[in-house]
């Protein structure tokens, strides 16, 4: 026990002397781990939450149907009621919606501001129920069918699109990150063979006096999977402060916007996703770097 | 030592036709036969050129034979390697003719170090290293950097980290070549002492003044041939 933990401390000590002189050289490592993990960070965050939404959103049966101005919701409903998979149909005049959005607005003083805009500028809406999600989409298209509809809108469209889109960017994003990783792998390597060769004299002693390879080797090691660590730490960082800063700015954007931002529970997922991903590239390039230390 | 005592002892170092030829031609050894054995203490002599340096790369382990075989405490070092021979090493003391000592590491770090290497303890190693320092004169230099040292300091330091661990083997190339009479003095007494406690030694010297006022048996080198010189 005394013994493994004195090996331990001879390791730290030698990694941090490794660290040390390694100087600028070890910027050039951390920085490009930290660039493909923030890159990835991002990626991962991103398609979390896009996933969260899609589940909080995506399944969402209800359809707007916004009326022609004129056109009485009241007047429609028998009609709507009438497709096929409705289960529900809910008029919401547009004096009900322009309370709504008044108060949503702040504004108290409900008559002044319609006397302002002269006249509510809405028009009634026909909320639809559909009995399953894979009825939305046809149901909409029936919708808009109807006379007297101007137009439809579901959220459920918005996500299809979204995810659609997320699909794509996944498949560059895996591409990206794929080249990434190699340069980060690549990077690492070349810098742990300079660190390796600017103390090549030293390891030719270590040997002479009867040195293991673990022992010549792990401190090696442990600088290349600490570069992967420092790398994600920084990563982490600015994910996170990316994040307090898009919900600021969101909150003060639009439901839908503020949607996409929703927590997505895996808060303390992603620093131990980046930290592994790191430690493994740095583990990596580490040793294809100690493979340039002698073979006898 | 009498001849008839040899064969009682464990043989720990044997070479058997050893030759040596560098890639540049230069042919080092030649057919080299011989034995030692536990707890002996040879003077390798011969001229600048003579192979000296060569024998004891190949005893522990930097070269290899161009034929011949060599063994080491049992271990065959035409075909060790690795962690087997590290293994070997840790159990040779070795002073270097050009010293080795690791660069930007203080004479105590360097004399610990090959204690880390094998696992001791930190308060074994904290209780070796002052005697090791003491003993060749430079525990005021404990926290200096090698290049901070002359020479022959620098030889000394090489002399402590080779026996700090009190290997049961010592090779020693010319480890006093670089110091005055009476430091050399100092250094054959304390290889001696390790002698008498069982050390084997094998040291190369071309110090004519120190050959001469030791009793030691010679192991002569000249023309890449052994002769053995007993007194
Ligand atoms: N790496 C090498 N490549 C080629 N030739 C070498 C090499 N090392 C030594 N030699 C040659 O081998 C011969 C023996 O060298 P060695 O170093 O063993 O001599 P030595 O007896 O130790 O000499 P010194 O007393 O000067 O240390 C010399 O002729 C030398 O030039
Ligand atoms: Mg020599």
Redesign the interface.
């Known amino acids: 026990m005394a013994r493994s933990l004195y090996q331990a401390e001879y390791l730290l000590r030698e990694t941090l002397l490794g660290l040390r002189r390694g100087g600028w050289m070890n910027w050039a490592a951390i920085s490009t781990v930290a660039v493909l993990l923030l890159l990835f960070g991002i990626g991962l965050q991103g398609s979390w939450q896009l996933g969260e939404f899609f589940n909080r959103y995506g399944n969402q049966l209800e359809i707007s149907a916004y009326l022609d101005t004129g056109v009485a919701a009241k007047d429609l409903q028998p009609t709507i009621q009438k497709l096929p998979n409705v289960t529900t149909v809910t008029p919401i005049t547009k004096e009900e919606a322009w309370a709504a959005l008044a108060k949503e607005l702040g504004s108290t003083d409900l008559k002044a501001t319609t006397t302002q805009l002269s006249g509510n500028p809405l028009v009634d809406e026909i909320r639809v129920q559909a009995n399953s999600p894979t009825a939305v989409v046809g149901l909409a298209e029936a919708l808009k069918k109807v006379r007297g509809v101007e137009t439809v809108q579901y959220v459920g469209e918005v996500v299809k699109q979204v995810t659609e889109l997320n699909h794509n960017l996944r498949f560059i994003s895996f591409g990206v990150i794929g080249f990434l990783t190699l340069s980060a792998i690549a990077v690492i390597t070349t810098t742990l063979r300079l660190v390796i060769a600017a103390r090549s004299q030293e390891i030719e002693v270590m040997r002479l006096v009867g040195a293991t390879r673990m022992t010549i080797y792990l401190p090696f090691l442990l600088q290349g999977i600490t570069f992967g660590l420092a790398g994600a730490a920084i990563a982490w960082i600015f994910i996170q402060s990316l994040l307090i800063t898009l919900s600021r700015v969101a909150s003060q954007q639009a439901n839908l916007f503020q949607g996409l931002l929703i927590d997505s529970g895996k808060g303390w997922i992603l620093p131990l996703v980046l930290l592994s991903f790191g430690g493994t590239i740095g583990l990596i390039g580490s040793l294809f770097a100690v493979q340039t230390i002698g073979r006898r | 030592m009498h001849p008839d005592q040899k064969t009682i002892k464990p043989r720990v170092i044997r070479l058997d036709n050893v030759s040596k030829t560098y890639r540049n031609g230069t042919a080092a050894l030649r057919d080299l036969t011989m034995d030692i054995f536990a707890g002996d203490f040879y003077l390798l002599t011969g001229t600048s050129g003579s192979g000296k340096s060569t024998l004891l790369k190949l005893l ?3 070269d290899l034979p161009s034929s011949g075989d060599i063994w080491v405490n049992d271990y065959h070092l035409n075909t060790v ?3 087997k ?6 159990t ?1 003391g ?1 002073v ?1 003719q050009d010293y ?4 930007r590491r203080t004479v105590s770090e360097n004399i610990a ?2 204690l ?4 001791y ?3 074994e190693i904290d209780r070796r290293l002052p005697p090791a320092l003491k003993m060749v004169g430079l525990q005021h230099k404990a926290t200096s950097f090698p290049e901070e040292l002359s020479g022959g300091e620098q030889q000394r330091v090489s002399i402590a ?1 080779a026996i700090v661990a009190t290997p049961p083997i010592l090779l020693a190339d010319e480890p006093t070549g670089n110091l005055d009479p009476d430091n050399s003095r100092q250094i054959l007494n304390i290889l001696k002492q390790l002698n008498k406690i069982g050390v084997t030694i094998l040291m190369s010297t071309h110090d004519e003044a120190l050959i001469r006022t030791s009793d030691l048996p010679i192991l002569q080198l000249s023309n890449g041939q052994l002769k053995l010189i007993n007194r």
């Open positions: 522990y382990g930097e390697k690795g962690n021979l590290a293994e070997l090493r840790r040779l070795i270097f080795k000592l690791l660069p170090f090959v880390w290497a094998q696992g303890s930190r308060a980290r």
